[in-house]
């Protein structure tokens, strides 16, 4: 059984369409934008998995009962983001990070980087601003970081993102303000911009640790 | 529309959030106001940065195998 937040509230719309579709559809569609989504929620390629694996278990479980209340892509997202949640919650004690995706990159044959969504050049760009801008996402408080991440690496508009979280509209707008003026803060304090001879945006840490602060 | 109520609307500008009447206003002081430029030019900095630390990456073909022998034990 589902938990009770993973239910489709009753809304005026409904995706009746989406109510049809078979797992293994469900999966082509959705396995990379959630894989990618955990995995920039965690930082973590094994623990990305694990919790990629989890959500579709629990999408299995409920797709029989779901009748399209609300889109396909808001309940899968509302899902994947219950189990990193409670992953974080299990985790709140832990301190420790043990890989985080863009050293996968550099050593994992699985899981590489689509060439055709990401070039040499920008996972050269990614490595180098992969250390300012990976601590500043981890210091985020998780549900922060799912609104960050939703609207601006999985490109969900406000809305989407206030029926995936189960929180109002203005809730998602504060969250996101206050989680990219911290981002702007902590990068103009940790590190220097500058293009690189590619026209890629770069940094370079400066003196300052670039904490966030409240 | 002065500064101060462009920079508050600079992200759900940049975010293509806005009624068309707000969008045409905010247009309109960026085009002349250097200082929003630069404001809006910052905030979009932020957004390339996280763009470019997290890549799309495919998606290990194991964990597709895992996933359906998973399932495979539900049924």
């Given at each position: 059984?589902?938990?009770?937040?993973?239910?489709?509230?009753?809304?005026?719309?409904?995706h009746?369409s989406?109510a049809?579709?078979?797992f293994?559809?469900?999966?082509?569609?959705?396995?990379?934008?959630i894989y990618?989504?955990?995995?920039?929620?965690?930082q973590d390629?094994?623990?990305?998995?694990d919790l990629t694996?989890?959500?579709f278990?629990r999408?299995h479980?409920?797709l029989?009962?779901?009748?399209?209340?609300?889109?396909?892509?808001?309940?899968?997202?509302?899902?994947a983001?219950n189990v990193?949640l409670?992953h974080?919650?299990?985790r709140?004690t832990v301190t420790e990070r043990v890989?985080?995706?863009?050293?996968?990159v550099?050593?994992?044959?699985?899981?590489?980087?689509?060439?055709?969504?990401a070039?040499?050049?920008?996972?050269a760009?990614?490595s180098?601003m992969?250390v300012c801008v990976?601590d500043f996402?981890?210091q985020?408080?998780p549900?922060?970081?799912?609104a960050?991440?939703?609207?601006?690496?999985?490109?969900?508009k406000n809305?989407?993102?206030?029926?995936?979280?189960?929180?109002?509209l203005?809730t998602?707008k504060i969250r996101?303000?206050?989680a990219?003026?911290?981002?702007r803060e902590?990068?103009n304090i940790?590190?220097d911009f500058?293009?690189?001879?590619?026209?890629?945006?770069?940094c370079?840490?400066?003196?300052?640790d670039?904490?966030v602060g409240e | 529309?002065?500064c101060a109520?462009?920079?508050?609307s600079l992200n759900?500008?940049?975010?293509d959030?806005?009624?068309?009447q707000?969008?045409a206003?905010?247009e309109?002081?960026?085009?002349?106001?250097?200082d929003?430029r630069r404001e809006a030019?910052?905030w979009?900095?932020?957004r390339?940065a996280?763009?470019?630390t997290f890549?799309?990456?495919?998606?290990?073909?194991?964990?597709w195998?895992?996933?359906?022998?998973?399932?495979?034990?539900?049924?």
């Open positions: 059984m589902l938990p009770s937040s993973e239910t489709v509230d009753s809304q005026p719309e409904r009746e989406d049809s579709r078979s293994a559809d469900i999966f082509d569609d959705y396995q990379r934008p990618n989504y955990l995995l920039r929620m965690t390629q094994a623990v990305a998995e694996q989890e959500t278990i999408v479980r409920g029989p009962g779901f009748r399209g209340e609300a889109s396909l892509a808001t309940w899968v997202y509302r899902i983001t990193s409670d974080f919650r299990r709140s890989t985080r995706s863009l050293d996968v550099e050593t994992d044959q699985e899981g590489l980087p689509d060439n055709k969504a070039s040499p050049e920008q996972l760009a990614a180098e992969s990976q996402i981890w985020l408080p549900n922060y970081r799912a960050l991440v939703l609207h601006d690496l999985q490109g969900m809305g989407e993102i206030a029926e995936v979280l189960d929180v109002s203005d998602v996101l303000h206050r990219r003026k911290k981002l902590a990068l940790g590190c500058a293009h690189d001879e590619r026209n890629v945006l770069v370079e840490p400066t003196a300052g670039g904490e | 529309m002065n109520d462009c920079q508050k759900l500008y940049l975010d959030e806005l009624e068309p707000h969008l206003e905010i309109e002081h960026l085009a002349d106001c250097p929003c030019e910052s979009q900095r932020c390339n996280l763009q470019q890549p799309d990456l495919t998606v290990p073909s194991r964990l195998r895992k996933i359906q022998t998973a399932v495979k034990t539900l049924d």
